[in-house]
Structure formats: C-alpha cells, structure tokens
C-alpha cells in the first residue's frame, strides 16, 4: 500500500515525539511492504515565527491533498501574548474545519504494566479500556453571536451553545457503530436537565439507537459523569458527548491510565484523518530527551487502523509498546518513585525499544 502523510511536528516536544513516530511508520511499512511519502510542513508557533500565521496556505494545501495527517503539539508561553484569532491553536480549530473532521476519539486504555502509575487505587482502575468520542466541529467552541463587547461600564463575554439535529446524528452514529466493534455499550453525555442543546442532544442520541438494538444505551449528566470516572471507571466503553464536555472528560479519562503522554488521538470524517497526541508541547521539558513517544506512537497505530485499515500493522506497534511497558522501560513521565526493576530511557531510546520489538514481526 502506498500512502501520503503531512507530517507536522509542531512546537516544543511535538518536534521530538514526531520524530519517533516517524521512524516507527518507516520501520512497519518496512516490515508490511508498504510505502508512506511523508511531506513535512510547519504549523502552530513555528509557522507563525515563519511566516506570521498558525496555518499557513501551503500546510493546510498539503494536509488536503494527502491521505492523512501526522501532528505534533502547538503553542507555547512564547506566543501566549498573542491575539487568540491567531495563536498557535487556531491551527487545530482550522484544521479541523477545512478538513471537515467532527469525531475525535480518544482511547483510555490502562496498560496491565502501568497499572501503578496510576494515581488511583489498582482495585478501581484495573482493567480501565474506555473511548471518548467528542463531537469537534459544534457546540460552544463554534456557536454564534460570540466574543466579548461592551455592557455597562464593562465588557461581556458571550458564547453560544448551539447544536443541530445532523451534527447529534452523526456524532452518535459514530459512536454505535465503534461501540459495536467494542463491548457494545454507550454512555452519551449531556447536561438536559438544564440545557436546551443538551435536551435535543438525548432525543437524537435515543433516536439514533434504535438503529443498534445490541448497544446498551444510557445517559449520564456531565458532573455525574466527571464523578462516576473516577469513582468506577470500568463501568465504560464508548462515551459519546458534545465539544466541550468531551474537552474535558477525554483529559480526566487519559489520567486514569497515569500519564497524558501515553494516549493517542483521532479525528475523522472527512476524506483525512488527523493523528495527533492527546499530550501539549510541554515547553518545561523540551529538547531534553524526556518527552514520552508512545502516544506519537500510538497516533501512528491508529492512522493506519482508521486511515488505511491496516489493523494487523497497529495491532503490532500497539503490541510492541505493551512489550516495552512489560520489560521495565520507562520515560520520566511513567517512571515510578521506586524504581523496582524499572529503567528510566530517554525519548530517542523508548523509540528504538519499540522498534526492535516491530522488526521482531517480520
């Protein structure tokens, strides 16, 4: 299989990740026989310290004509001063647009291995497999009127909540559909007892189940959910939810499973998906060799499962990393206060751990 990647390291550790992440995609379509022409472009702060935008016109050309997208991390304190219209992040919100990608999932998945750099106790969290599912493209992100005017000898802020009837359907059908590839269970989120959005939210989502009669079905509010994450996490499969509850409960998932730097994200549905970490571009830490690869990894794993249904290729990286996990081998992030047994590597040498154990399939 031949397949075209954007490639688009980002700022701070996304430049270190990514370069992981590339060798691991090189090292499998080595084994597979397969072939990716990647093209690196810039995006978020280093574009706009080249050429004064987040998203210049020749990424965003780039990312629409290849199959899928490949990003690092944006932002960074260097650029926090700057008007929001044209941070860093825009990139990600323009992205995501232009390229029509509503879905992101966000897999939770506790490694046997890690099971105590969780911060929760291992009887509560023991078995954790979850995926959030965000709607990305409506909600309060999008809605309109917005910004900030003047009122009364001050200034309002103003968002808006809004969603519609085909942005809730495919948002949910999604959700089915990966729920019963899954244990066929769905969670929708919402806030209806106060909401208006989120009372439409549950008459779609209870509408759209009665295509799935196999998925058990049921409807939590957002704090109950937030609550319930913690107190009994394995309770879930497939979460489904709006734009910024899925923000918010997709970071408290990550942390169940110890650190943010293992997760991997996807967003779909368009003709391009977009692979990216669910971690920022932890500038504290930067260029220092101490940055976890494995979510750049494993976004790798999940372009080629989703972008190219090349399942038995993520399978082997995502098996590799387990691998790795199960000999001891830790970046800082997962390296536990006593070491037992336990060796802390750098970004580059967690890289190439994993690697081994994928040429180990060939």
């Known amino acids: 299989m031949k397949m075209n990647i954007a490639v688009l390291p980002g700022d701070g550790i ?14 499998v379509c080595n084994v597979f026989g397969h072939h990716a022409e990647t093209e690196t472009a810039l995006v978020g702060g280093a574009a706009i310290d080249a050429s004064g935008e987040p998203l210049p016109p020749e990424t965003l050309d780039l990312c629409k004509k290849s199959d899928a997208v490949l990003l690092g991390a944006v932002g960074g304190p260097k650029w926090d001063e700057m008007d929001y219209s044209v941070r860093p992040e825009r990139a990600i919100i323009g992205l995501r647009g232009e390229l029509g990608l509503y879905a992101n999932l966000r897999p939770a998945h506790l490694y046997p291995s ?4 969780s911060t929760l106790k291992r009887e509560v969290v023991e078995g954790v497999d979850i995926m959030v599912l965000r709607e990305l493209t409506g909600g309060i992100y999008f809605g309109e009127p917005k910004g900030i005017e003047e009122y009364q000898g001050g200034q309002r802020g103003v968002n808006t909540l809004v969603y ?22 769905l969670t929708s989120v919402d806030k209806a007892n106060i909401l208006e959005s989120s009372e439409l939210w549950r008459k779609v989502v209870n509408g ?28 879930f499969d497939v979460i489904v939810t709006g734009n910024m509850f899925g923000d918010i409960l997709s970071d408290e998932a ?28 932890a500038p504290d830490i930067a260029g220092q060799g101490k940055a976890n690869p494995i979510a750049m990894i494993n976004s790798v794993a999940m372009m080629l499962r ?4 090349l ?21 800082p992030d997962i390296m536990p206060r006593e070491a037992g047994g336990c060796k802390q590597v750098s970004t580059s040498e967690m890289g190439r751990l994993i690697i081994a154990e994928v040429e180990k399939a060939g």
């Not at 499973?257 to 967003?267: H, R, Y």
Request: include cysteine; aromatic fraction near 6%; charged fraction near 25%.
């Open 114 to 117: 890690l099971i105590d750099a």
């Open 164 to 185: 519609t009837t085909p942005e809730i359907e495919r948002i949910a059908r999604t959700g089915f559909e990966i729920a019963m590839k899954r244990r066929k269970k």
């Open 254 to 281: 990550a942390m169940l499973t110890g650190s943010i730097g293992m997760l991997p994200s996807a967003s779909l549905g368009g003709d391009v998906g977009l692979y990216e970490p669910v971690h920022g571009t």
């Open 14 to 27: 996304g430049v270190e990740v990514m370069e992981e992440g590339g060798k691991t995609l090189e090292t």
């Open 311 to 331: 399942s038995n290729e993520a399978e082997v990286i995502e098996n590799a990393v387990s691998s790795v996990l199960d000999k001891g081998y830790r970046t």
């Open 208 to 235: 759209v189940s009665a295509e799935f009669p196999e998925v058990e079905v049921n409807h939590l509010y957002v704090d109950n959910c937030a609550m319930q994450l913690i107190r009994d996490p394995r309770q």
């Open 306 to 309: 989703y972008s190219f249904n």
